[in-house]
């Protein structure tokens, strides 16, 4: 394992943003992870572990060690009748792994395909899209107690996840190390369809009973066309997450606003935040070299040279319009460093 010193974080991050790190290092296997962790805390360094840097604002320097995770595997570790589970090194990178999935004709990624990042980030937010999140295909994943080094396991039922959420995030922020997720997959598909856009498109295709793949490329085809990719423009996807609100507020506002998009939510009722964005006047403006995308409101982009701070600043301004227009508090997706 070898520690570098004074790296630039802008190719480790999508955004693109060009902070240091005081110490980076690498780690492909669980022996590296622990002496750098020991490393670090030797040297009573702050930790930050990087995956793909798709979910990252970085607003400063890292005054400690990056551990950039490259443990790699995939392995079917069970199997019964109708389903397998397979373990994955959380230093994979997601889409590959979904392909991998497609290839050997396992069901339950599709849907996810195209997300960027790591397998191991994965469950941080319970990522999702069109339908499905992680939590529906989950079976268990290892950790790494930062401090005491021990590995845990933790099933569905204690990651505690919820949209966009994890334990991860809450309670247990800073203290573990995801170092492997268990998928239960299907050899079955189940597909769910019932995001129109997919129907739509597939429709489109003339395809009236799709496989894993055309599922999965319909996918593609949708996130093509509106998210920027971040090798062309810096971004790290949805910026803020889709607010709930009351079910009488929405009600209200949908006397105002006839068009406002909203789904039923645990909480009431979940709004577009991307649309509330949009009403605000917010798409595709541009202040120096940051800006709001000109076909999804939600995502923030760095044009090249623009900062973590302007990214930043830009994302409370929104946060301020949105709330000033429509009394809706947005909360950020993206974590900040
Ligand atoms: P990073 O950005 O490296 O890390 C994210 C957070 O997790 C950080 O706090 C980091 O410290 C922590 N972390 C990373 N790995 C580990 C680990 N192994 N153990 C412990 N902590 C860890 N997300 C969705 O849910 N749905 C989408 O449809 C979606 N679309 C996107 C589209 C684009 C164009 C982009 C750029 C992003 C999108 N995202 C989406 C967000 C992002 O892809 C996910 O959040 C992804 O899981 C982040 O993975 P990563 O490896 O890049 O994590
Ligand atoms: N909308 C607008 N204007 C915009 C953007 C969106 O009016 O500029 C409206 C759309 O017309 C639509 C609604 O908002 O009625 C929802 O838009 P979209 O289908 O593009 O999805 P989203 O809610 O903006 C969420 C996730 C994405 C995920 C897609 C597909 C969150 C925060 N974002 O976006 O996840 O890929 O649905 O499931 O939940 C991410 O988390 O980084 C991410 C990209």
């Given at each position: 394992m070898k520690i570098q010193e004074n790296i630039s974080l802008k190719p480790f991050?999508?955004?693109?943003?060009?902070k240091k790190a005081k110490f980076f290092t690498r780690v492909s296997t669980l022996a590296e992870l622990k002496s750098a962790l020991i490393a670090a805390k030797e040297k009573q360094f702050p930790v930050l572990i990087l995956g793909g840097g798709s979910n990252i604002l970085l607003?400063?320097?890292?005054?400690g060690l990056v551990i950039k995770l490259e443990i790699k595997g995939i392995q079917v570790v069970k199997e019964d009748e109708d389903h397998l589970w397979v373990e994955v090194g959380a230093g994979e990178v997601w889409h590959e792994l979904v392909m991998h999935c497609i290839a050997q004709n396992w069901?339950?990624?599709?849907?996810?395909?195209?997300?960027?990042?790591t397998v191991g980030a994965s469950?941080?937010?319970?990522i999702g899209a069109y339908g499905v999140e992680i939590k529906d295909v989950f079976s268990s994943l290892q950790a790494m107690d930062?401090?005491?080094l021990e590995i845990h396991s933790f099933d569905g039922e204690a990651c505690q996840f919820g949209y966009r959420e994890s334990i991860f995030k809450q309670a247990f922020k800073n203290k573990y190390v995801i170092t492997s997720v268990t998928f239960q997959l299907a050899k079955t598909p189940e597909f769910r369809?019932?995001?129109?856009v997919i129907q739509e498109v597939l429709q489109a295709k003339g395809?009236?009973?799709?496989s894993l793949r055309e599922v999965s490329e319909a996918v593609i085809q949708i996130r093509q066309s509106k998210l920027p990719d971040p090798k062309e423009i810096g971004n790290a996807g949805s910026f803020f997450k889709n607010p709930s609100i009351p079910s009488n507020q929405f009600e209200e506002l949908r006397v105002l606003h006839p068009t406002l998009p909203g789904y039923p939510s645990s909480e009431g009722v979940k709004v577009a935040a991307g649309w509330l964005i949009e009403q605000a006047g917010w798409k595709g403006k541009r202040i120096g070299d940051v800006g709001v995308h000109a076909k999804q409101a939600l995502v923030l982009v760095n044009?090249?040279?623009?900062?973590g701070e302007e990214i930043k600043k830009l994302s409370e301004q929104i946060q301020a319009s949105v709330f000033d227009k429509f009394g809706i508090q947005l909360q950020a997706e993206v974590n900040f460093i």
């Amino acid at each position: 394992m070898k520690i570098q010193e004074n790296i630039s974080l802008k190719p480790f991050t999508t955004f693109g943003i060009n902070k240091k790190a005081k110490f980076f290092t690498r780690v492909s296997t669980l022996a590296e992870l622990k002496s750098a962790l020991i490393a670090a805390k030797e040297k009573q360094f702050p930790v930050l572990i990087l995956g793909g840097g798709s979910n990252i604002l970085l607003t400063q320097d890292v005054e400690g060690l990056v551990i950039k995770l490259e443990i790699k595997g995939i392995q079917v570790v069970k199997e019964d009748e109708d389903h397998l589970w397979v373990e994955v090194g959380a230093g994979e990178v997601w889409h590959e792994l979904v392909m991998h999935c497609i290839a050997q004709n396992w069901a339950g990624l599709e849907n996810l395909s195209l997300i960027p990042g790591t397998v191991g980030a994965s469950p941080m937010q319970n990522i999702g899209a069109y339908g499905v999140e992680i939590k529906d295909v989950f079976s268990s994943l290892q950790a790494m107690d930062r401090d005491t080094l021990e590995i845990h396991s933790f099933d569905g039922e204690a990651c505690q996840f919820g949209y966009r959420e994890s334990i991860f995030k809450q309670a247990f922020k800073n203290k573990y190390v995801i170092t492997s997720v268990t998928f239960q997959l299907a050899k079955t598909p189940e597909f769910r369809l019932e995001y129109g856009v997919i129907q739509e498109v597939l429709q489109a295709k003339g395809v009236q009973h799709p496989s894993l793949r055309e599922v999965s490329e319909a996918v593609i085809q949708i996130r093509q066309s509106k998210l920027p990719d971040p090798k062309e423009i810096g971004n790290a996807g949805s910026f803020f997450k889709n607010p709930s609100i009351p079910s009488n507020q929405f009600e209200e506002l949908r006397v105002l606003h006839p068009t406002l998009p909203g789904y039923p939510s645990s909480e009431g009722v979940k709004v577009a935040a991307g649309w509330l964005i949009e009403q605000a006047g917010w798409k595709g403006k541009r202040i120096g070299d940051v800006g709001v995308h000109a076909k999804q409101a939600l995502v923030l982009v760095n044009y090249g040279e623009g900062t973590g701070e302007e990214i930043k600043k830009l994302s409370e301004q929104i946060q301020a319009s949105v709330f000033d227009k429509f009394g809706i508090q947005l909360q950020a997706e993206v974590n900040f460093i």
